[in-house]
């Protein structure tokens, strides 16, 4: 049973302009935000890079790399902060005069994730001078080390959390890092070598660097990537990286970003100049994921830097194919998660709190999805497993609200030293490899963790719900408003509001949508509402003429006509709990 709470107001004096609408305002002020500067998204909002440990050094380094025509290669990872980061650091280091710039993305299925030995050597057939490492490096300690023995200096960005020793790189970027006092803590990979770039810019004009034949470049043609890499890493958007999403966002619905971000939106049936940050999310994040999870990530860095229009639609139609195909491979896969989820019957009282799924059949590049869906159906924290090489178990793990991933997979290998071989991520995400032998014993100290950290209540999904709108709200205004007062994201959700409804019309879509027609009271107007991926059975079983609804207020255009939708996110069949608002 899943557990809807209204947002509280806090007792903070609001300070936010007169033309907000009231309801914004209310959504707002739940949010934390009591002041319009919290509100204010212009670049100057910024704050300086100057505040980013180890960036002197950084710039020394790529200082030296630029004017000694130095080779630069840049080692990524393969998922969509990878991408963007890599995309991103390719323009922007050769805008800045590098001569020679490259980049270098691990194969998940033979390399697995970061700067590791294996890379270096791979890398050092290219000869670089200067490795990047971006949206990795932070734990590559013996990456760094066999870099340095090769004689190749090493440049870390990264945003992922460190353990208690950082490797010995030439230079170390992170917000996350100990002694870094950057107020963003938050920053994707993306992000921080936006900074970078920033920053070097700042450098080489200063240093008499730029000239008629060189000309400076303009940092902000490249907020399209950051703002894909942001949203598509489901960092929060604290007030930073709003600022930095929605630049980009303005840019790409003025037509001014990359041709195969546009391609991107357009093959995910979304309209560019409408682009909120869910489009991102849900549209371009998946399709440059699917070319990681299920082949080379290039290809979606290839999308990312082509400056040919019809070139980038191919490459975000391949993209878009492969994205079918990985829904196909996770269709299967929450099949069989099913069935072994079946052994614990139909309420599910022995489930664990920390759940550990594998099947020998899984793919390696769908595992994390796969998480999450569990994640989220189950309220618990999951890691999925699938083989890797000789014998070995790659895991993704996600987690909820007061369960510390990373943190949990650091207490399980000191307790139970050599169970993991490695592991690293954040407190929603993780990632870990083991030995095939070691799953049982990690599924039990996994779950029992949970048990000890967890209180049994955290095992109960909440929907957090900005309360009732009244029927006068519910209108066009208020809902273009809401589509574009964020960027809506993690940490800043989109609001959702619950209310009463008669039901006056209803048909099944597609055999699996529900296309409704409510009225908020007796005289109010006849609103269009819809359900995706409806529960059918249930609504035919329950036939209701009044129903409570959790829903979003949404702005849909056919046509070229707007109008007033609800986009359904929960209904009562009794299985919604109220008493905790």
């Known amino acids: 049973m899943a557990q809807v709470r209204r947002r509280l107001l806090p007792d903070a004096p609001c300070q936010l302009p007169d033309d907000i609408p009231v309801a914004l305002q209310r959504i707002y002020r739940a949010r934390g935000i009591h002041a319009a500067s919290e509100l204010d998204y212009s670049l100057a909002?910024?704050?300086?890079?100057?505040?980013?440990?180890?960036?002197?050094?950084?710039?020394?380094?790529?200082?030296?790399?630029?004017?000694?025509?130095?080779?630069?290669?840049?080692?990524?990872?393969?998922?969509?902060?990878?991408?963007?980061?890599?995309?991103?650091?390719m323009l922007g280091l050769k805008a800045m005069g590098a001569a020679?710039?490259?980049?270098?993305?691990?194969?998940?299925?033979?390399?697995?994730?970061?700067?590791?030995?294996?890379?270096?050597?791979l890398a050092a057939a290219?000869?670089?001078?200067?490795?990047?490492?971006?949206?990795?490096?932070?734990?590559?300690?013996?990456?760094?080390?066999?870099?340095?023995a090769q004689g190749i200096k090493v440049l870390v960005t990264d945003h992922h959390l460190p353990a208690d020793t950082l490797p010995s790189a030439d230079a170390i970027v992170n917000p996350n890092q100990p002694g870094c006092h950057f107020p963003s803590r938050a920053l994707a990979g993306v992000g921080v070598m936006f900074y970078v770039l920033v920053a070097l810019r700042s450098h080489l004009r200063e240093t008499g660097w730029f000239s008629a034949q060189r000309p400076e470049p303009n940092v902000a043609e490249w907020l399209d990537l950051v703002a894909v890499g942001t949203v598509a890493d489901v960092v929060p958007l604290d007030h930073v990286n709003r600022i930095l999403v929605e630049q980009g966002l303005r840019r790409i619905r003025a037509g001014q970003c990359r041709p195969g971000i546009t391609a991107l939106l357009e093959v995910g049936k979304r309209d560019p100049v409408r682009a909120?940050?869910?489009?991102?999310?849900?549209?371009?994040?998946?399709?440059?994921?699917?070319?990681?999870?299920?082949?080379?990530?290039?290809?979606?860095?290839?999308?990312?830097?082509?400056?040919?229009?019809?070139k980038a639609?191919?490459?975000?139609?391949?993209?878009?194919?492969?994205?079918?195909?990985r829904r196909e491979i996770e269709s299967g896969m929450q099949d069989d998660a099913a069935t072994w989820l079946a052994q614990f019957g139909s309420a599910g009282e022995d489930l664990p709190w920390g759940l550990a799924v594998f099947e020998p059949h899984w793919h390696q590049g769908v595992v994390g999805i796969l998480a999450s869906r569990l994640k989220d159906k189950l309220h618990r924290p999951v890691f999925a497993f699938a083989p890797g090489e000789s014998g070995e178990l790659k895991g993704s793990g996600r987690s909820?609200?007061?369960?510390?991933l990373r943190d949990a997979l650091d207490a399980i290998a000191t307790r139970h030293p050599g169970l993991i071989d490695r592991f690293g991520g954040h407190a929603m995400a993780a990632g870990l490899s083991m030995r095939e032998e070691a799953l049982p014993q990690f599924a039990e100290a996994f779950d029992a963790l949970?048990?000890?950290?967890?209180?049994?209540?955290?095992?109960?999904?909440?929907?957090?719900?900005?309360?009732?709108?009244?029927?006068?709200?519910?209108?066009?205004?208020?809902?273009?408003?809401?589509?574009?007062?964020?960027?809506?994201?993690?940490?800043?959700?989109?609001?959702?509001?619950?209310?009463?409804?008669?039901?006056?019309?209803?048909?099944?879509?597609?055999?699996?949508?529900?296309?409704?027609?409510?009225?908020a009271g007796e005289n109010a107007t006849l609103l269009d509402a819809i359900w995706f991926f409806a529960d059918l059975d249930r609504w035919a079983m329950h036939q209701p003429g009044r129903i409570r609804?959790?829903?979003?207020?949404?702005?849909?255009?056919?046509?070229?006509?707007?109008t007033v939708q609800l986009l359904v996110e929960a209904v009562d069949f009794g299985n919604l709990d109220y008493t905790g608002q």
């Open 100 to 121: 020679h710039v490259h980049y270098l993305l691990p194969d998940r299925f033979k390399y697995g994730y970061g700067l590791s030995p294996a890379i270096v050597e």
């Open 549 to 562: 609804l959790v829903y979003r207020l949404d702005a849909n255009e056919y046509r070229g006509i707007e």
């Open 126 to 148: 290219q000869q670089p001078d200067l490795i990047i490492t971006v949206d990795n490096g932070i734990a590559s300690h013996a990456g760094v080390d066999a870099a340095h």
């Open 45 to 89: 909002r910024l704050p300086s890079p100057d505040l980013l440990k180890g960036l002197p050094a950084a710039l020394q380094l790529l200082d030296d790399a630029i004017r000694q025509q130095h080779t630069i290669l840049i080692v990524g990872d393969y998922d969509a902060d990878g991408a963007t980061s890599t995309a991103l650091a």
């Open 400 to 404: 909820i609200a007061g369960f510390h």
């Open 450 to 519: 949970a048990r000890e950290w967890l209180a049994e209540d955290q095992l109960q999904a909440v929907i957090w719900s900005d309360g009732e709108l009244s029927a006068h709200d519910m209108n066009l205004s208020l809902a273009k408003a809401l589509r574009t007062a964020g960027p809506w994201g993690q940490k800043f959700p989109e609001p959702l509001f619950d209310g009463v409804f008669t039901v006056e019309q209803e048909r099944v879509l597609a055999d699996k949508h529900l296309k409704l027609r409510l009225r």
């Open 313 to 325: 639609w191919q490459y975000a139609q391949d993209l878009d194919a492969k994205n079918r195909e």
């Open 276 to 310: 909120v940050a869910s489009d991102l999310g849900f549209a371009v994040g998946p399709r440059l994921n699917a070319a990681g999870r299920l082949a080379d990530m290039s290809e979606g860095v290839h999308c990312l830097l082509e400056t040919d229009a019809g």
